[in-house]
């Protein structure tokens, strides 16, 4: 990874690496929790969802929260969508593959505001990400996506916010303690 100006960095595989490292610190800040928390590093969700269907219906959640990156509006000669790098977390409304539960939704960001973090609302008409998934499992699933902005997606610069990140992990960790939906 390469460290840049204003708190950004940049690599081949932000995509998802960022989304594991948002987990660890989640877990780290977590502690002690009354809920009863799964974290699930799953493969192939570029390839069709494929580690997610599986896990979700492996461990049946009444909640699932996915974390991956997003289309930044602010990338230069990209699409101009309403989140941008360095601005917070983004908590996903709905991409191609679900619309996320407006309970969720909610949870999240009533959770953001607990945990003092920034979010951008996510508005995404193409691509999707693993809560498609999860949402899909048995008999459904309350499902929702924490992502951070990222330009460059699927390249080998990949840039992200560190900032966004460590808002993320707060958030989620916020979340799992009190989802309130």
């Not at 991409?95 to 539960?101: A, N, P, Q, R, Y």
């Not at 309970?103 to 193409?126: I, M, Y």
Request: hydrophobic content about 45%; proline content about 4%; overall charge negative.
């Amino acid at each position: 990874a390469f460290e840049l100006a204003n708190g950004l960095i940049s690599a081949p595989a932000m995509d998802d690496r960022v989304g594991c490292a948002i987990a660890l610190k989640a877990m780290q800040a977590l502690g002690a929790c009354e809920n009863e928390v799964a974290f699930v590093f799953s493969v192939q969700e570029e390839l069709g969802l494929r580690g997610a269907r599986t896990a979700a219906y492996a461990v049946d959640p009444d909640i699932g929260v996915a974390l991956d990156v997003t289309l930044s509006g602010d990338t230069p000669k990209g699409p101009k969508i309403a989140v941008g790098v360095g601005k917070g977390p983004c908590i996903k409304v709905r991409d191609s593959s679900l619309v996320c539960s407006p309970r969720v939704v909610a949870g999240l960001e009533k959770a953001a505001q607990r945990a003092g973090v920034e979010a951008q609302r996510e508005v995404l008409f193409a691509g999707g990400n693993d809560a498609g998934a999860i949402q899909g499992a048995r008999a459904g699933v309350l499902a929702g996506t924490i992502s951070i902005a990222c330009r460059y997606v699927h390249s080998a610069c990949e840039t992200v916010s560190l900032a966004d990140c460590e808002g993320a992990a707060k958030l989620l960790a916020e979340f799992l303690r009190d989802p309130g939906v």
